[in-house]
């Protein structure tokens, strides 16, 4: 039985757990100390024994943790190792990379419908798919049983978007548009928003060029 | 004079105020309340206040803030209202969409070299630019004065990417290969990991559905 309550940042150190330990898999490791873990990703030992403790125990006191093992659990605990039905909103050329990222196709992620409001967008083949018309979407959804989004329309258009998907009974959103969304309580959404990732870096470039000048 | 540490979320929650206030500005309202900014936000306006406290005092007591002055404050907080030299590193199709995603330009993000390690790429026009050879980093940063740098190579190839970046002097870098990099003290690394987002949400519609089982 899975935890009830994992802030976001730990489920975020899973996630990189999963990668450090694909990396050692690969390089033929068999067990792996939270030490060794934590120097990977530069946290803290306590913090890595912590967030595994959650998931129950793994191999033996003192032997380091069964790198397959834990893969494995981890891997189930996100969700992974089964194929997710995805469908793609906003048939730009950030959606386009987005549709040839094949670190998606890899974890399980599968775009199953791509889906615009531009007519000279709608009807184009986008490889064995065709662009839909985002009017059809609640019938696209449940066709396909989308069950995850990627919002990758203009601004303007987004909240309209994500109105439709969660009335299509759609409950796992990633957004790149750069507006804060509304959603009712039980759709999750993601915010991937590139310029404000950007001004973090330039806070901190302005913060250190302050403090060079005195 | 800007506070010493302000934490990665306060940040954040500037940037997004940043939006709401230009959302604002574009509506015609003259001041707003921490509680209309908290409501917009979705956040409490005990945090809106304790953010904005960090940097001086905007308007009068009871009067709400200035929402151009306030604007104004917090986009020179962010670094912005200037222009940023920036280079992309990787020039395939996430480089490409990235590179015309106007935001960027919007908010003053230049991208003023393309750079690439692949001969069937070195030399081809994107934009105004020639897709240079990654082989000359040193003398491209130098050559245009590049601040940032936005990194959309192959995971293997990212670290080297990183350390020629830190070695020519570029010390802060938004980062879209999915790895764990490693950079010196003095250099800002943001991390923008689609699968990780991904992986938040599956983890999310795991959860409901074991719960739901259960």
Redesign the interface.
Known sequence: ??PRR?S?SA??R???Y???LDEFESAGKRTVSSEYLAD???ITSAQVRKDLSHFGSFGKRGMGYPVGELRERIAS????GRR?RVALIGA???G???F??A??RR?G?GIVAVLDNDPAKIGRRWGDLTVADVAELPSVVHRHGI??AIVTTPAEAAQDVVDALAGAGV????NFA???LQVPADV?L?D?????????????????Q?AQQG
Not at 77 to 80: A, D, F, K, R, V
Not at 196 to 205: G, P, V, W, Y
């Open positions: 039985v899975p994992i976001d489920v975020r899973l996630s990189h999963l990668r450090f990977r990703g530069g605990i996100l969700g992974l997710w730009g050329q950030l386009a990379a987005l040839h990222y670190g998606f974890q992620f069950e995850l409950e796992a959103i990633l750069p507006r804060k999750t993601r991937v928003n590139l310029t404000i990732e950007l001004e973090s870096l330039t806070f901190a470039l302005t913060q250190k302050a």
